[in-house]
């Protein structure tokens, strides 16, 4: 599991998200913008939190 942040993202969810992560033990990688992340994630909305699970 990965979690990606939008740098842009509001700083409480930001924040959030990334201490949730780091006490799970997931790795956090930020993206550069929400628009950034839109894209990689090849959705129609700008988006602060993404996660990419593993597949079985």
């Given at each position: 599991m990965q979690l990606y942040v939008a740098a842009d993202a509001d700083a409480r969810m930001r924040d959030e998200a990334c201490a949730a992560a780091k006490a799970a033990g997931v790795p956090v990688q930020m993206c550069e913008s929400m628009t950034a992340l839109q894209r990689m994630c090849?959705?129609?909305?700008?988006?602060?939190?993404?996660?990419q699970v593993a597949e079985d």
């Open positions: 090849r959705i129609s909305v700008p988006c602060a939190v993404a996660a």
